[in-house]
Nanobody, 113 residues
Framework: QVQLVESGGGLVQPGGSLRLSCVGV????????MRWYRQAPGKGRELVAS????????IYADSVKGRFTISRDNAKNTLYLQMNSLKPDDTAVYYC??????WGQGTRVTVSS
């Protein structure tokens, strides 16, 4: 069964950092493009970052460039999102996703003082 399990969210002050993780189970993680999406309250889901199977091609949304870093460890079937200089506008539920999966529960990030 294909499953993605996100973790690492929480409450953080503006300017702070968080590291999200996503473990993939039941599929060949190393062969697929992996993505992070987010959905802010009252808004649609948006793509945050994407990483190729070998990590050599990475794409970021303009809103997170220079602040967020996507990475992966194929030996651990794990996707990461390092988030620095967080802003209140980054408040959202964050989801990892790949083409053969369904949406998981996500992990909630709240940026507030």
């Amino acid at each position: 069964q294909v499953q993605l399990v996100e973790s690492g969210g929480g409450l953080v002050q503006p300017g702070g950092s968080l590291r999200l993780s996503c473990v993939g189970v039941g599929f060949s993680f190393r062969d697929l493009i992996m993505r992070w999406y987010r959905q802010a309250p009252g808004k649609g889901r948006e793509l945050v970052a994407s990483i190729s199977p070998t990590g050599d091609r990475i794409i970021y949304a303009d809103s997170v460039k220079g602040r967020f870093t996507i990475s992966r460890d194929n030996a651990k079937n794990t996707l990461y999102l390092q988030m620095n200089s967080l802003k209140p506008d980054d408040t959202a539920v964050y989801y990892c996703y790949t083409v053969i999966s369904s949406w998981g529960q996500g992990t909630r990030v709240t940026v507030s003082s």
